[in-house]
């Protein structure tokens, strides 16, 4: 159950677009197409924002995006906006009723 | 509204005992897997266990197997965490979070409580 692997942080300007990366192995994020990923703002609940790779939960914007190619799933958040800064995390089915998290990555938007 | 709140954190010494509560509302408690995921001070997020919709099964990350156990009450709607053999690595905030789908255990994650901290120290 090793952490998928994230950067440790990305930046962008507003109205510009990132991707953050999430790199896991043939066990979890190359196996199984469900890969899920959560915005964390410190000190609040993580927040739901991408399932199944690629699909939207009802109410979130379609600014963002999710892939997978082998064994990386990417998110990619177009438009960037002040309030897209927090932490975000992917998480991956890897088996046997067991998750793995990435170790996150902080957007910083300049 | 669907809704998760965390109790039961606090400070306990290593090799001590702590049982988290997480109580649920705005949903069929008994259609849907519930999971415990923690954040390290300073690290990110680690999943720690899940309970079953059904509630005949858990499962558990590695580092807590053996040491933590997930059980419910369905008469309250609340899932718990019992954890003993408290180690200095387990301080953290602990979350409660809902599986996405019913009757599924996909580890998507779509309604999180707000967190319980526990610290554990001499």
């Known amino acids: 159950q090793s952490a998928l692997t994230q950067p440790a942080s990305v930046s962008g300007s507003p109205g510009q677009s990132i991707t953050i990366s999430c790199t896991g192995t043939?066990?979890?994020?190359?196996?199984?197409?469900?890969v899920s990923w959560y915005q964390h703002h410190p000190g609040k609940a993580p927040k739901f924002i991408l399932y199944?790779?690629?699909k939207r939960p009802s109410g979130i914007s379609d600014r963002f995006s999710g892939s997978k190619s082998g064994n990386t799933a990417s998110l990619t958040i177009s438009g960037l906006q002040a309030e897209d800064e927090a932490d975000y995390y992917c998480?991956?089915?890897?088996?046997?009723?067991?998750?793995?998290f990435g170790g996150g990555t902080k957007l910083t938007v300049l | 509204q669907v809704q998760l709140v965390e109790s039961g954190g606090g400070v306990v010494q290593p090799g001590r005992s702590l049982r988290l509560s997480c109580a649920a509302s705005?949903?069929?408690?008994?259609?849907?897997?519930l999971h415990w995921v923690r954040q390290a001070p300073g690290k990110g997020l680690e999943w720690v266990a899940v309970?079953?919709?059904?509630?005949?099964?858990?499962y558990y990350a590695d580092s807590v197997k053996g040491r933590f156990t997930i059980s419910r009450d369905i008469s309250k709607s609340t899932v718990y965490l019992q954890m003993n053999s408290l180690r200095a690595e387990d301080t953290a905030v602990y979350y409660c979070?809902?599986?996405?789908?019913?009757?599924?255990?996909?580890?998507?994650?779509?309604?999180w409580g707000q967190g319980t901290t526990v610290t554990v120290s001499s």
């Open positions: 705005g949903f069929t408690f008994t259609s849907f897997a």
């Open positions: 979070a809902k599986d996405f789908w019913a009757t599924l255990t996909t580890g998507s994650m779509d309604v």
């Open positions: 199944e790779v690629d």
């Open positions: 043939s066990s979890d994020v190359g196996a199984y197409n469900l």
């Open positions: 998480c991956s089915y890897a088996g046997i009723i067991t998750l793995v």
């Open positions: 309970m079953s919709y059904y509630g005949n099964n858990e």
